[in-house]
């Protein structure tokens, strides 16, 4: 049960001229109730794609199980990596099947999925409905990202770069984090790029 209630969140997708970066904060809460301060919501899944997620806890990681046989089951059956799109096709059927399954606690799960292939570097919006969007600029989640959202439509530039996005992700966040008590207690930042994928902050923040 307790898994179940960890709700609340701030998560950030930005599309850069040369990658993606995704980040989130560490705080997992239970209602008013903080359960944990370093809870891991941005995931490297492969070494092709990365998600962060929002929402009910148990169910998020679940589906990244899920996603991670799902893929590597792809690869084996077609002798080749799937693309971006086709990961994202993927988790998208897992979303739409979970929350139409019958139970007395229906699935809520929020990702945005970061992946590199042949084609370039793309971001998608996963809702918890099962739709999937590609993303060509920014995008957040979570219950902070109202506060996050107004960083990025101030600051975000269709030609920046990675390490200028990665500024703007930890500014976004670390806003949510000032005004969402569901958010808080650190910052987490992915890179993705064409050649790797790579954590490039692990903030833990004592004060939030």
Known sequence: ????????????????????????????????MIVDKRAEKVHIISDDFAVT???TVSDAQLMIKLI???????????????????????????L???????????GIAHF????KDSEGVHLYDLFPDGSVTKVQDFVS???????????????????MLTAEAVKLAVKS???ALQRDSASGNGI?????????????????????
Do not use: W
């Open 188 to 208: 987490d930042v992915i890179v993705v790029n064409n050649k790797e994928i790579r954590r490039v902050m692990q903030k833990e923040l004592v004060c939030q």
């Open 173 to 175: 966040v670390n806003t």
């Open 53 to 55: 997620i929002a929402g």
């Open 1 to 32: 049960m307790k898994e179940q209630l960890k709700t609340g969140t701030t998560t950030v997708g930005i599309a850069c001229k040369d990658g993606v970066v995704l980040a989130a904060d560490k705080r997992a809460t239970a209602g008013t």
């Open 68 to 94: 991670k046989a799902e893929l590597k089951l792809k690869e084996v059956r077609t002798y080749k990596g799937p693309t971006t799109k086709e990961a994202a096709n993927l988790l998208g059927g897992i």
């Open 112 to 115: 945005l999925l970061a992946g």
């Open 141 to 159: 989640s979570g219950s902070g990202s109202v506060f996050a959202y107004g960083v990025l439509e101030t600051h975000y530039k269709p030609d």
């Open 96 to 106: 739409y099947g979970s929350l139409r399954r019958m139970s007395m606690f229906p």
